[in-house]
């Protein structure tokens, strides 16, 4: 079988030589078995961009019936400061997520929708929501469509509220000056994951895909 990932910088793969930052879907192979992931998720890309740029099409020249397509987007979709990459969640992020959909199914391969995960943001000793209506509009989305979803951004945020404010920092990239030569200055990133968040939130979609009876 294979798995298909759609998604943005938090799906996607990242050379270990370069950088600490690891996508989810980078390691969701690790947790399976008898699956190959196809990562098409790419750093900076919006549902609209994603397809503007024709990242779907490998899906319509390789997938097999019985493949799978996951369906990540939310964290360049609602950024309003960048009108090349936004979609309002109730207007062409919903479009585009049934554009995935209906391209999925063309070809026999099975469409799943994942909410995004969840950012680090703390504030006054509580984790705060993020996203917005997104996640809600994939829900919707999933059932109309009927589709299954993934809610990784609740997952995701059990999992980051539970480790608490300082704990939370090793799964994103959170690094002190001199701790990694690549990063001098260090770096305060509540959005992109290092090797440990992957891992995590990796595990926690491949759980829910055994769950479903799609994968080993």
Same mark, same amino acid.
């Given at each position: ?64 019936? #019985?493949?799978?397509? &996951? ?8 950024? @309003?400061?960048? =009108? +090349?990459?936004?979609? !309002? ?77 300082? #704990?939370?920092?090793? &799964? ?8 990694? @030569?690549?990063? =001098? +200055?260090?770096?305060? !990133? ?27």
């Amino acid at each position: 079988m294979q798995i298909f990932i759609c998604g943005d910088s938090t799906a996607a793969s990242y050379n270990p030589a370069e950088t600490l930052m690891v996508g989810w879907g980078q390691l969701l192979e690790d947790f399976l078995q008898e699956c190959s992931i196809v990562n098409l998720a790419m750093a900076g890309r919006s549902t609209k961009t994603f397809l503007q740029e024709g990242r779907l099409f490998p899906v319509g020249e390789q997938a097999r019936p #019985g493949d799978l397509v &996951l369906i990540q987007f939310a964290h360049n979709d609602e950024n @309003e400061k960048k =009108p +090349e990459r936004y979609c !309002d969640a109730h207007g062409a992020f919903r479009e585009n997520l049934q554009v995935f959909i209906r391209y999925s199914r063309e070809y026999g391969a099975m469409p799943i929708l994942l909410t995004p995960i969840c950012m680090r943001v703390w504030q006054d000793g509580r984790l705060q929501p993020t996203h917005g209506k997104y996640p809600a509009v994939m829900r919707q989305v999933a059932e109309e469509a009927g589709v299954s979803l993934i809610d990784l951004y609740t997952e995701s945020y059990r999992i980051v509220e539970s480790l608490g404010e300082e #704990g939370s920092k090793e &799964l994103f990239m959170q690094l002190l000056p001199g701790q990694d @030569e690549r990063y =001098p +200055e260090g770096l305060q !990133d509540n959005a992109h994951t290092r090797r440990a968040g992957a891992e995590r939130f990796a595990a926690a979609a491949a759980r829910e895909l055994k769950a479903m009876g799609l994968v080993r």
